[in-house]
């Protein structure tokens, strides 16, 4: 029911920030807890942060608390993950995601975007 396309990725140096942004088309976006995860090749994907339907309960991954902070629009259909104090090991595809509840488990978002870039060089 939903169409999600991510930006905003490209390199930076560690301790730069980034801001990805996911756009949602469709009439049900605010239907949806919308999470982030990434992969990084050779390892699976992983939960980076979710956010509920209203914005009102937030789930981070231990690697990225206190660094990176998702919020969402509800109004433009918009997501984004701000990430600040990058580091090398955050280097990896980043995928936005819509699903029932603001979970960590990739298996439990039904929706996803193609995927956006991040390089963080030393």
């Known amino acids: 029911q939903v169409q999600l396309v991510e930006s905003g990725g490209g390199l930076v140096q560690a301790g730069g920030s980034l801001r990805l942004s996911c756009a949602a088309s469709g009439r049900t976006f605010s239907s949806y807890a919308m999470g982030w995860f990434r992969q990084a090749p050779g390892k699976e994907r992983e939960f980076v942060a979710a956010?509920?339907?209203?914005?009102?309960?937030?789930n981070y991954a231990d690697s990225v608390k206190g660094r990176f902070s998702i919020s969402r629009d509800n109004a433009k259909y918009m997501v984004y993950l701000q990430m600040n104090g990058l580091k090398p090991e955050d280097t990896a595809v980043y995928y936005c995601?819509?699903?029932?509840?603001?979970?960590?488990?990739?298996?439990?978002?039904?929706?996803w975007g193609q995927g956006t870039q991040v390089t963080v060089s030393s």
């Open positions: 956010i509920s339907q209203r914005g009102l309960i937030t």
């Open positions: 995601a819509g699903g029932s509840s603001p979970t960590t488990r990739p298996s439990e978002f039904h929706y």
